[in-house]
């Protein structure tokens, strides 16, 4: 009897471990299952953050090609009148007998296309008028000697010539100067000097 007292209270024992190791079974999956409920619920805040991130970044990666694109084609825009400019004044120093005289640097203005040059130099310190000179060039590298790559044409300081106002830089778009020969024949200048 004494055995089977022993065994009854060896198996109540491991009945009670068996309740034991149950409960603490069921305790750790819940924790298991809570902390799955969090971890996913991170993982999904993360991934809702990192794709706004990255369309944030795409947005800044687009802006800054854009601005720099923009920037581009400016500097294009300006080193082509830039270059129209100092074409210009040596068309105005090609354009007059003494090569432009006086005490002082003289003058190219951008011609306005209603009125004569004797009238616009005389708005300015720069009062003599010495020619009025319409330029352009062609856009691009030539490949051939016989290709027109400018255009000139003189009009005398005493009328307002060709009243185009396609003609008049002032009144110009920036990027017409970037047309060349193909859209816009001439720019016109004044070439003026102090007395």
């Known amino acids: 009897m004494m055995k089977l007292a022993g065994l009854t209270l060896l198996l109540f024992a491991f009945g009670e471990c068996c309740i034991v190791e149950d409960a603490i079974r069921e305790v750790a999956s819940e924790e298991v299952t809570k902390c799955e409920t969090v971890v996913k619920g991170e993982v999904a805040a993360l991934k809702l953050e990192l794709a706004a991130a ?4 795409e947005d800044m990666i687009k802006s800054t090609k854009d601005a720099l694109l923009s920037s581009q084609e400016q500097a294009k825009i300006d080193v082509a009148w830039y270059s129209l400019h100092a074409a210009a004044a040596a068309a ?5 007998a003494s090569g432009g005289t006086g005490p002082w640097g003289n003058a190219v203005l951008a ?3 209603t009125i004569s040059c004797n009238a616009q130099c005389a708005k300015t310190s720069y009062t ?3 020619a009025d000179v319409s330029i ?3 856009v691009g590298k030539t490949s051939s000697y016989l290709t027109r790559v400018g255009a000139f044409y003189n009009y005398g300081c005493s009328t307002p010539g060709n009243t185009n106002a ?10 017409d100067v970037l047309k ?3 859209k816009v024949y001439y720019y016109r200048f004044c070439c003026c ?3």
């Open 128 to 130: 003599a008028c010495d």
């Open 180 to 182: 060349g020969t193909n």
């Open 111 to 113: 011609k306005e296309n």
């Open 193 to 195: 000097r102090k007395p």
């Open 54 to 57: 990255k369309d944030a970044l």
């Open 92 to 96: 105005c120093r090609g354009s007059t």
């Open 166 to 175: 396609a003609f008049d830089e002032v009144k110009a778009a920036d990027e």
């Open 136 to 138: 352009n060039g062609s």
